[in-house]
């Protein structure tokens, strides 16, 4: 979605009585084709800085297979990465399972889902800012990471209250390099942090990720909804991780290894610079 379109709708909707334009832009852009993510995939570790628990919900409880082998979709968890564009069938795959559509965590996350003006602060009128708007915010995001593998941060947008300058959503995109070893290609992740008021139902989030691979674990000291790769080392398979707390909605989603997705989370769930 373009910026004009974004700001089209917040103009469409201000003279109502909340921002649609940012329920209607972090929708769009959760909403992703490829998604994937494991409730409990076989082969996933689990990372220092958090504590995998059961799925509830839609989340699919891992079947019992053949070691080594992917439950869902029959593709080793071994794959020959000498072999040229290796990662295909993997992504491939993961578009056939069936897509997550519930509550987890406290947030409800789905296709469908998408916080609305029901769960906007009231804003008579947005404009687009700068992250000197978010600065000592809870909407605050840096620009680096203080973590391995980290090639650079850029800002994906900024959208500012004009009724009092307040931030109603940040947005940064990050770069990683490929690791040393040649397991991790190399991707990104986009952070996104939203201000909710939450007035018919629970805060909502639009994101596309298989139901087999979502789960909830307790990252930084709360509970998060994570979407666990097919290949949680390689970083093949949409990651994703999605909480609710003091009335911010924080959505973090790419295609890095489950480890980075976490460290990245528990870095920017703990206000780190």
């Given amino acids: 979605m373009t910026k004009k379109r974004v700001l089209g709708v917040a103009g469409t909707l201000a003279a109502v009585l909340a921002l649609g334009v940012v329920g209607f832009a972090v929708g769009r852009q959760l909403g992703g084709d490829d998604g994937s993510a494991p409730a409990a995939a076989a082969g996933t570790p689990a990372a220092p800085a958090a504590t995998a628990t059961p799925a509830p919900g839609t989340a699919t409880a891992t079947p019992t297979g053949s070691a080594g082998v992917d439950p869902y979709t029959g593709l080793p968890l071994d794959p020959d990465t000498s072999q040229p564009l290796w990662y295909v069938p993997y992504q491939d795959a993961d578009r056939e399972l069936p897509r997550f559509d519930g509550v987890l965590a406290g947030v409800r996350i789905g296709p469908d889902a998408d916080h609305g003006v029901d769960q906007l ?99 930084a000291g709360g509970p998060a909804a994570v979407a666990v790769p097919i290949l949680p080392d390689h970083g093949v398979g949409e990651a994703a991780l999605v909480t609710y707390r003091d009335g911010i909605l924080t959505v973090i989603r790419g295609e890095v290894p489950l480890e980075t997705l976490l460290a990245v989370g528990d870095h920017i769930l703990r206000g780190g610079r």
């Fill in 121 to 219: 602060p009231r804003c008579s009128k947005a404009r687009w800012g700068t992250l000197k708007d978010a600065a000592g915010t809870r909407l605050d995001l840096p620009l680096s990471l203080p973590l391995q593998g980290f090639k650079g941060g850029h800002l994906g947008w900024v959208i500012v209250c004009e009724d009092d300058g307040r931030p109603l959503e940040v947005t940064v995109d990050y770069a990683f390099d490929p690791d040393p070893a040649g397991v991790f290609r190399g991707g990104g992740l986009t952070v996104t942090k939203s201000s909710l008021e939450p007035r018919n139902g629970p805060p909502a989030a639009s994101l596309r990720v298989p139901a087999p691979r979502v789960r909830e674990m307790e990252v």
